[in-house]
């Protein structure tokens, strides 16, 4: 069966699946009760290509748009521009200059010379009431008003799907089609036949099981809608920054409006449609709105902003223009909305498994109908009544017929693909709670096949805490860690050194000094950023002054690829000077001179480089991050598009920054360890540092070896084919590094990959994995988009968490696989065999109805939804080539529908003489047994199916409620239906004795599934 699901249904992958494959597997499943219900959790496909059209289009527009507004550039300032606009009366009366209309038509068509009738971006911020420098005002009224004429920056989605829709769409089933029918005609002619209420039992019998059926599937199937519509909540919180009323605060971008004022920094998303204000070296992807992959250069020149555009290098301040359904993005996010999720690869296999049972049951039935209608006209030839057919003999047929059709109801096990997405909805939720948002159903199961995770150091492995602990500046060591030592590092420092370093700090930094809601000072930035901007304000500096005293010409933001940043100033005497921070080693092999204790900038000498080394060294050996100041005198002559030089540097000084490891990181990857997964520390430190945290997390032993990216990236094939499976950190690695390391683990070694990453520059690799992690904190959007599960926290535990949860789902599914099989089995084979042998079905319509219902619902309910415990960390993971349904699963399976077809088949044959019955009802008597006693054989077989392969089944059972209330109601239920229900079910009621004789032959199988797992099983 194994070969056969990876042949016809392996084709689609946990995630970047071809359409191809999406659309071969939806046509090999052809034989599916009810279509609507069981692809609910599958990708819509043709929505698909209508939000990929709108792509096509965008392209199409905007490449129109981009060369009419180059020519119309050309023209606007030789020409006499009249403004034919008419402003609208509401929008007049709101206290605004320009409608909503006339706002997109300018941005979405890049129209320069509407803008330029408008007065450019400063015409329209005074047309939209708000100020470039404050913002918008936040006086509810004013916000109110903004609203009504603008709209808000949501974008349509289909409605919530109520109760009724799930009890309408569990109608749908054809199986219960044809027996809601065979129902109807079951009542016309039993009434006929017998009379008012007496034959209408049957039918009414049908009538409530199907109705029982059809709302306890509704019931379930909307607890799941509710589930994942939270976590649609939840993916979709996105803040930005953004200023009001003249301070910088962060609100959700669902809470933008036109005329906000938006701060954009590289990897973030542009949340709305608007106008580019100032920035520097503003690269924008527009990839995801138009397909088109090369990145647009925005300026004052090209100044529109699009909404669901990334922002690849640079940063801006944006003005909101257009937001919500009035942006292409908003139109094209209404449509990939409805799109969906890609199935997973188990959804996949397990709708191949219930095509293939379906066809066998399918076969069954057609068989066992055939075998019953000849066994009644066999009966008819030797009474000689073969030309006489009365009423009674309708209804026999109509029940031979309504038992085919339930025979196919209980053989196609359309609850096998449901049961994986019920157990995904069920892990996402509780994953929720602790700090890991999944955002693609599939990286849940996948997780739990892990065998390697690639982890960053920074924010992962350690609190992402930083402080600035030790500097060297001027050639000097100082310790920074308090107050009190940082008053004694000022003095010592000259003035004109520490000038320098004030103007370093203030200007070549990504972060900024601002003044809160609370008229607090707020430091906003990374945290290295914080690190050093605390360590300039400690030191007596001014944010707001440093900035004001010289203008910032050109910045040339961090990225881990270059693993510098710069920044060029505009000195207030004339002349040019370039700031450039960034990995020690790299930015002091740039310098070739220093500034001395004496504040002197004196050519740096090979006792003062060693020195230096020494010192970086020295600070990376204490697990320091260190990070190297250094200055450029460029003269007069630079220009905003020249590079910034990087020879030739003056080194200011060098930042050992503290960035302590998280508590419990260790426990947590040596928990990874005794579970088979390797961990793998990817970081842009240097090598001294990274190997220091590596040791203190237990990452690098004494086999393993540190390597540096630039090394790695001059190995051969086959020298990375030897190397690779020993290494166990790599530093200064690039992006390109870390994807290449990726792509062989995968590829090369059969890996199931986990990677972490945080900036723009790790969505390659996040893209690659097999599980993408993007961090929730630290992340930008670029990378949480790419990654497949957020780790809310940051933290290396939580992906240990991802990793346990990901097990406990694919093993909830096979124990579910296995319970449900064995039930599928047993009824097939006691009722053809019956059928055949006897010329009767021992399990009526309404009962398989009720036992279809324990397998399917409830049993996923049950076994689907148990919690992980700490031994699934203790077994090894299953990878990319493991057997889903397993020869341990297929010796319980076997193990116990033999036992139960024994134990039934010798209550058929010998079960009136061993509880003695006879009269008339010693038929409906013994059916009730065996109906009873096949009921707790499947209790007793869900308790058994717990563990695969442990005897102990009982362990931590009352920890999980959703179990034990699931076999409370089963058992509940059959006592009703035997005892109460008797004329509706086809039962008798039964003596006590006889519910102990049924209860304990179901119970026997406990002990019989015990003794089957002492048989060993290799694993092929």
């Known amino acids: 069966m194994e070969n056969y699901l990876n042949e016809n249904f392996g084709d689609v992958k946990p995630k970047n699946s071809s359409e191809e494959a999406l659309q071969r597997w939806r046509k090999l499943c052809w034989l599916v009760k009810n279509p609507k219900r069981r692809f609910r959790f599958t990708a819509n496909l043709s929505k698909r290509f209508e939000a990929e059209a709108i792509r096509r289009s965008n392209q199409e527009k905007l490449r129109v748009a981009v060369l009419v507004s180059k020519a119309a550039l050309q023209f606007i300032h030789c020409l006499n521009l009249s403004n034919d606009y008419t402003v609208p009366d509401e929008v007049e009366s709101a206290g605004f200059q320009i409608c909503a209309e006339e706002l997109a038509s300018i941005v979405e068509g890049h129209d320069l010379k509407k803008l330029a009738v408008h007065g450019w971006v400063a015409g329209i911020s005074g047309k939209l009431s708000t100020s470039i420098a404050d913002g918008i005002s936040t006086c509810d009224d004013l916000l109110n008003r903004r609203k009504e004429i603008y709209g808000i920056n949501k974008f349509t989605e289909s409605p919530p799907r109520g109760f009724w829709v799930f009890v309408w769409e569990a109608l749908q089933d054809m199986t219960l089609m044809i027996l809601g029918v065979c129902a109807l005609v079951s009542l016309s002619v039993g009434i006929i036949m017998e009379g008012w209420p007496k034959g209408a039992h049957d039918g009414l019998g049908i009538v409530a099981s199907i109705l029982l059926v059809v709302f306890v599937t509704a019931t379930s199937d909307y607890k799941q809608s509710l589930q994942f519509k939270d976590l649609d909540k939840e993916k979709k919180k996105i803040s930005i920054q953004v200023t009001r009323n003249g301070l910088r605060q962060k609100i959700s971008i669902y809470d933008l409006l036109p005329g906000d004022i938006v701060h954009l920094s590289i990897g973030d998303q542009v949340p709305a449609d608007g106008l580019f204000i100032s920035g520097f070296s503003l690269l924008i992807n527009e990839s995801s709105l138009t397909g088109e992959s090369e990145p647009v250069h925005v300026d004052a020149t090209n100044p529109f902003l699009l909404s669901g555009t990334k922002v690849q290098d640079g940063s801006c301040k944006m003005l909101v223009t257009t937001v919500g359904m009035r942006t292409q993005w908003g139109k094209l996010m209404a449509t990939l909305s409805e ?37 009644l006209f066999r009966r008819k030839l030797v009474e000689g009544s073969h030309w006489n057919w009365s009423g009674d003999d309708a209804m026999e047929m109509l029940e031979f017929f309504a038992v085919a059709v339930t025979i196919v109801v209980v053989a196609v096990p359309e609850g096998l693909p449901l049961a994986v997405t019920l157990s995904l909805a069920f892990a996402m939720k509780k994953m929720m709670n602790d700090k890991a948002l999944v955002r693609h159903l599939a990286a849940c199961e996948t997780m739990g096949s892990a065998t390697t995770i690639c982890s960053d150091k920074t924010g992962t492995l350690t609190t992402n805490h930083m402080t600035v602990v030790k500097a060297c500046i001027c ?10 030592s940082t008053l004694n590092f000022g003095p010592a420092v000259p003035d004109s050194a520490m000038r320098i370093l004030f103007e370093s700090i203030f200007n070549n930094t990504g972060g900024e000094v601002v003044i809160n809601k609370e008229n607090k000072i707020e430091i906003l930035g990374s945290p290295t950023e914080t690190a050093l901007l605390e360590l300039g304000l400690l030191l007596g500096g001014n944010f707001k002054e440093e900035r004001e005293k010289s203008k910032i010409v050109k910045v040339e933001p961090f990225n881990s690829a270059k693993k510098r940043m710069g920044v060029v100033l505009e000195l207030p005497d004339g002349g040019f000077r370039a700031h450039c921070k960034g990995a020690s080693e790299i930015i002091l092999a740039a310098c070739d001179k220093f500034i001395d204790t004496n504040g002197e900038v004196v050519p740096l ?17 204490e697990a320091l991050r260190t990070l190297c100041l250094a200055y450029i005198e460029i003269g007069s002559e630079f220009s905003a598009e020249s590079h910034i030089p990087f020879k030739g540097y003056t080194c200011i000084g060098i930042v050992g920054i503290k960035d302590p490891v998280r508590p419990g990181v260790k426990e947590s990857v040596a928990i990874c360890k005794s579970a088979g997964i390797v961990v793998r520390m990817v970081t842009g430190d240097n090598i001294t540092t990274a190997k220091a945290i590596a040791r203190e997390c237990g990452i690098l032993t004494d086999k393993g070896i540190a390597i540096e990216g630039p090394e790695f990236r001059e190995k051969s094939e086959e020298e990375l084919l030897e190397l690779i499976p020993r290494i166990q950190v790599m530093a200064r690695s690039s992006p390109l590094d870390k994807h290449t390391l990726v792509k062989h683990l995968r590829t090369k070694f059969g890996e199931v990959v986990a990677v972490t990453g945080d900036g723009t520059n790790d969505a390659p690799a996040l893209h690659e994995a097999d599980i993408g992690l993007a961090m929730g904190i630290a992340g930008t959007e670029v990378a949480k988009e790419s990654a497949d599960v957020i780790i809310l926290d940051d933290n290396f535990s939580t992906i240990v968490t991802v990793a346990k949860w990901g097990r406990s789902v694919y093993v909830n599914i096979q124990k579910f696989v296995q319970f449900q099989l064995t039930v599928n089995v047993v009824a097939l084979i006691v009722n053809f065999s019956s059928a055949c042998l006897t010329g009767n079905a021992p399990l009526t319509a309404v009962q398989l109805l009720w036992v279809n219902m324990i397998m399917d619902t409830l049993g996923a309910l049950a076994l689907a939804t148990e919690p992980p415990n700490d031994d699934l960390m203790k077994r090894s993971p299953v990878g990319r080539k493991g057997n889903f349904i397993s020869n341990v699963m297929w010796r319980n399976i076997l193990g116990q529908s033999i036992y139960q077809f024994v134990m039934i088949w010798y209550l058929q044959t010998r079960g009136k003489s061993i509880f ?5 009802n010693s038929d409906l008597v013994l059916n009730t047994l065996i109906f009873n006693t096949f009921v707790f054989c499947q209790v007793f077989n869900e308790i058994s199916s717990r563990e695969m392969e442990k005897i102990n089944v009982f362990k931590g059972i009352l920890k999980n409620y959703v179990f034990v209330a699931v076999l409370t109601c089963t ?3 059959q006592i009703v239906i035997v005892q109460l229900l008797s004329t509706f079910a086809s ?15 179901g119970f026997i199988g406990m002990p019989i599934a015990a003794a089957l797992k002492m048989v060993p099983m290799g694993s092929n």
């Open 605 to 621: 000498d090979e006792t003062t480089i060693n020195h230096l080394k020494n010192t970086i060294e020295q600070f990376a050996s």
């Open 987 to 1001: 039962t008798y009621p039964l003596s006590w004795q006889q519910w102990f004789v049924t209860v304990f032959l």
């Open 475 to 484: 050639g000097e060591i100082k310790e920074v860690n308090s107050s009190k």
């Open 971 to 973: 058992v509940l239920f």
């Open 339 to 375: 799109g969906g999720d890609d199935e997973t690869p188990l959804q996949v296999k397990l709708n191949g498994v219930a095509t293939i049972i379906g066809k066998i049951g399918l076969f069954f039935a057609i068989v066992t109908f055939a075998v019953l209608v000849e066994g």
């Open 916 to 920: 003695h019955l006879d009269g008339p």
